[in-house]
């Protein structure tokens, strides 16, 4: 079955969606990244969404429960690269993903990610 | 008002949403959409259509493109022979709540798109249309 | 229908005549300034032309038949006309004169063709006045659709000019608003700020209100979405030009401006970004 492929970076995890996501494959990437994190004890997990030209209310709720379920783990999770495009629309939309820690791109998330204390 | 064109796409599983936003998002290039206006269309599509299948059981979308005048416009029905929606007011009104509630985010969608109409019974099932203008 | 062959055969007659008498009044009518705006050899075409295609509808099978090629290929050279009166800077009225001044001579060859007989007159004159009533309106809303276009256009070109997004240092970039913002201003503010900031590569934006004479509720939603989305691609924003007066509306109103920092003016909110961006200033 098609998953979205997680590379891991030392106590980091990468996830970078490229596909139009159907909500079976958006709730298996959020399973696969918590089972990461949790295998791993990784500290944070990057997910890549520069490629993605659309974000729904699905995928939406998909980023904020795998943010809560990795701060429950110890882990950070940063967005990053999200195309103005979807920004103005999720915004339009009503979601603002408070809570979600935002980048530009990956070397600016993985930097946040190393800076960033333990806690919150 | 003249149509230019129309079509329809089922809307009976997961991958026939993914269809329909790939769908639309073509129909909106072809009309000319700014890179904005796609996304704001496709991601209304996006909703319109999962409500259909989760709420309503699986239906269908029917697309018409349209022309006035000098503009181009797409327009949108998503149909279904669901249970409806008890209370329209209330749905339009709502976001997505955390737990209760429909959650629809009718309200949201409508926000993203220029015309929006809804016609929903217990006996006539769903019936969402949203037009945007390019 | 027999009454409209009476038409039919008045336009094709009478030809020239009728030609000549509405140019005629058309260039009598026309004011200097309109006299400089389309050359009489424009108008003369413009004329002949018309005449040529009312009489094609009126000959045909069926002239109240509104989807015949000949009534369409007329319609369409009325579209064109109206859209080149509005570039050419005519009002509304004028261009809708073009077809109600072809009544006078249009009636008087009726006179002509129906002779003595009062009832056929009657009823030629009363479609003739419903065909070019219609054709007058569609004109005119023709008219009014294009005008309406242009002005969009123009509005558009007008806000690309006045928002422009500057680089005020590595990673900071500036966004000085001036004027009101409406929501069709700010929406292209918005993106032409975002795709900036992706472009650069910039993490603070500074939006600078400092020229914005009011913020009610509409303007202080349009800027916390203009925030929001800044934030959801991975950037930051300081409003900065926030007199006092603003702070009280905004607090009134009960935004809630998320934790979004505002500065006095532009200076202290350059000095923040610089700071935060990890810069030191040394004189």
Redesign the interface.
């Known amino acids: 079955m098609e998953r979205i492929p997680i590379l891991r970076i030392g106590d980091y995890l990468l996830a970078t969606i490229q596909v139009d996501m159907h909500d079976q494959l958006a709730l298996q990437l959020q399973e696969d990244l918590t089972s990461a994190i949790e295998r791993h004890t990784s500290k944070g997990v990057l997910i890549d969404i520069s490629a993605l030209e659309m974000v729904d209310s699905f995928i939406g709720r998909m980023i904020s429960d795998i943010s809560n379920m990795g701060r429950i783990l110890d882990a950070r999770t940063v967005l990053v690269g999200m195309q103005p495009a979807v920004a103005i629309t999720l915004v339009e939309l009503g979601l603002s993903l408070q809570g979600v820690a935002t980048a530009l791109n990956v070397d600016r998330g993985m930097a946040m990610l190393r800076a960033a204390p333990t806690d919150e | 008002m003249d149509q230019i064109a129309g079509g329809e796409s089922p809307l009976r599983s997961q991958h026939d949403i993914v269809m329909a936003r790939q769908t639309v998002r073509r129909l909106s290039q072809e009309m000319g959409f700014s890179l904005v206006d796609q996304t704001k269309m496709v991601t209304a599509a996006s909703e319109l259509a999962r409500n259909t299948l989760i709420y309503g059981g699986g239906g269908i979308m029917h697309w018409q493109t349209l022309k006035n005048v000098s503009k181009k416009g797409l327009r949108l029905i998503f149909s279904d022979q669901g249970p409806g929606i008890p209370n329209i007011e209330l749905a339009l009104t709502d976001g997505w709540t955390s737990g209760g509630g429909l959650g629809l985010g009718l309200s949201g969608a409508r926000r993203l798109v220029n015309e929006f109409e809804i016609e929903s019974s217990a006996t006539t099932g769903t019936k969402v249309t949203i037009v945007r203008w390019g | 229908m027999a009454s409209s062959t009476i038409m039919a055969s008045a336009l094709r007659k009478h030809q020239k005549k009728i030609l000549g008498e509405w140019v005629q009044t058309l260039h009598d009518d026309a004011s200097d300034s309109k006299k400089a705006r389309i050359s009489p050899q424009e108008l003369n075409a413009q004329a002949e032309e018309f005449l040529q295609l009312l009489t094609a509808v009126v000959s045909s099978g069926n002239p109240e038949d509104s989807h015949s090629a000949q009534f369409k290929a007329l319609q369409d050279f009325l579209e064109g006309l109206s859209r080149s009166r509005v570039q050419q800077g005519f009002s509304s009225a004028e261009t809708a004169t073009f077809i109600f001044s072809f009544k006078k001579p249009l009636f008087a060859a009726l006179r002509t063709e129906a002779g003595s007989n009062a009832d056929e007159l009657a009823q030629e004159i009363w479609t003739a006045t419903k065909l070019l009533d219609d054709l007058g309106l569609t004109t005119v809303n023709?008219y009014q659709?294009?005008r309406e276009?242009v002005i969009n256009r123009q509005q558009q070109e007008m806000l690309e000019l006045s928002t422009p997004v500057v680089k005020l240092w590595e990673g900071i970039l500036g966004l000085p608003m001036i004027g009101t913002l409406d929501s069709a201003r700010t929406?292209i503010v918005?993106?032409s700020l975002?795709?900036k900031?992706?472009e650069t590569?910039s993490?603070i934006a500074i939006i600078d209100i400092t020229g914005v004479p009011t913020v009610d509720t509409l303007v202080a939603q349009h800027l916390l979405?203009t925030v929001?989305?800044?934030?959801?691609?991975?950037?930051d924003c300081i409003i900065s030009g926030v007199r006092p007066q603003i702070a009280q509306t905004i607090v009134h109103l009960g935004v809630d401006l998320?934790g979004v920092t505002t500065k006095a003016n532009l200076a202290d909110a350059l000095a923040l970004a610089l700071k935060r961006t990890g810069a030191t200033l040394t004189r």
């Open positions: 023709t659709r294009a276009e929406q918005m993106e975002l795709h900031i992706v590569g993490e979405k929001t989305a800044i934030r959801l691609m991975g950037a998320q």
